[in-house]
């Protein structure tokens, strides 16, 4: 079985904080995927990587910067955070086409 | 515009009937349709992948048809249980550019009543 891993379930930070969030997948996909989750707007792309070292924004990439040093991880990084950036952040890596989603964080900023 | 609408009125359906999902986009060339269950505080799990020269595709209790003359995919659970209720997620990949990134829509909710 496919599996991504997210490295918190729940975080809580202080505006202004930096923030790395990790993905983890261990199905040597090449496809990874930055999404976060709001009411009402649903999935929105935040950032996509096709190839190690390889990255492109998606809708909503202000704010975000991702890493993708080695193929089974992605990071996303929030520079210095902001209320609005609370949200349900979602990872996602492909086989080819079908997305399997980690567990997702959920992330307060205060 | 560009958009993928499905129901936004959540679905109430009795134990044992069939529930009947909705998804309609605009604008697109879609080279495949996905549908996936969302569960509350979980990323969405793929359940059934239909391509754009595919009527019809099946898999145990879930069937999803594709009618890119109408523009619209419909998902159909039947016998359903109360363990399918979940919010159902559509989400499409244009022909065009890069089809791994897909269009979303906001899902629908389906509760089933034992």
């Known amino acids: 079985d496919v599996k991504v891993t997210q490295s918190s379930r729940y975080l809580v930070k202080r505006t202004g904080e930096k923030v790395f969030l990790e993905c983890v997948q261990d199905?040597?996909?090449?496809?990874m995927f930055w999404y976060r989750q709001d009411p009402g707007l649903g999935l929105r792309l935040i950032y996509f990587s096709y190839d190690v070292k390889m990255k492109e924004k998606g809708d909503i990439p202000e704010g975000y910067s991702v890493s993708r040093e080695k193929k089974e991880r992605f990071s996303l990084i929030l520079e210095s955070a902001s209320t609005n950036q609370t949200s349900m952040y979602l990872c996602?890596?492909?086989?080819?086409?079908?997305?399997?989603f980690g567990p997702g964080t959920r992330l307060t900023v205060t | 515009s560009q958009k993928i609408e499905q129901n936004s009125e959540a679905l109430n359906i009795q134990e044992g009937k069939t529930a009947t999902l909705t998804c309609n986009y605009t604008?697109?060339?879609?080279?495949?349709l996905q549908w996936y269950r969302q569960d509350p505080g979980r990323g969405p799990v793929f359940l059934l992948l239909?391509?754009?020269n595919e009527k019809e595709k099946r898999k145990e209790r879930l069937k999803v048809t594709f009618d890119t003359t109408l523009k619209q995919s419909l998902f159909h659970i039947t016998a359903s249980q109360p363990a399918d209720s979940a919010t159902y997620l559509c989400a499409l990949a244009p022909r065009a550019g890069n089809n791994r990134k897909l269009i979303w829509g906001l899902g629908t909710s389906l509760a089933v009543n034992p």
């Open positions: 996602a890596s492909t086989s080819p086409y079908e997305q399997y």
């Open positions: 239909i391509r754009e």
């Open positions: 604008n697109y060339s879609p080279a495949y």
């Open positions: 199905m040597d996909h090449e496809n």
